[in-house]
């Protein structure tokens, strides 16, 4: 089992900044891909940012330029720094990781979600 808590979200205005933190702990495998998804209020669960296989990351359009992912491997925790923010960015915060030995054994799992809300 593994247990993700996020932590850093909050009430911010148009235009500020905010820091997620997401630490995880348990049974952690060597394959570790960690990301963070969102889901603003009546709509599905979104992909926002992750960590690939290879290290790289990938983001979803309505955050490049403005969010970074990155991760601290020693602490098992990833980061989301998120800048210029706007109403649209209202989300409940999740962070996301798919850890196993192997590619092809990859258990998925979800933090409790972390509440951003950003006003006009």
């Known amino acids: 089992q593994v247990q993700l808590v996020e932590s850093g979200g909050g009430l911010v205005q148009a235009g500020g900044s905010l820091r997620l933190s997401c630490a995880a702990s348990g049974t952690i495998f060597s394959v570790n891909l960690m990301a963070w998804y969102r889901q603003a209020p009546g709509k599905q669960r979104d992909f926002v940012a992750r960590?690939?296989?290879?290290?790289?990351?990938n983001y979803a359009d309505s955050v490049k330029g403005r969010f970074t992912i990155s991760r601290d491997t020693a602490k098992n925790t990833v980061y989301l720094q998120m800048n210029n923010l706007s109403p649209e960015d209202t989300a409940v915060y999740f962070c996301?990781?798919?850890?196993?030995?192997?590619?092809?054994?990859?258990?998925?799992?979800w933090g409790q979600g972390t509440q951003v809300t950003v006003s006009s």
């Open positions: 960590f690939t296989v290879g290290g790289n990351t």
């Open positions: 996301n990781t798919k850890t196993g030995p192997n590619l092809g054994t990859l258990r998925d799992y």
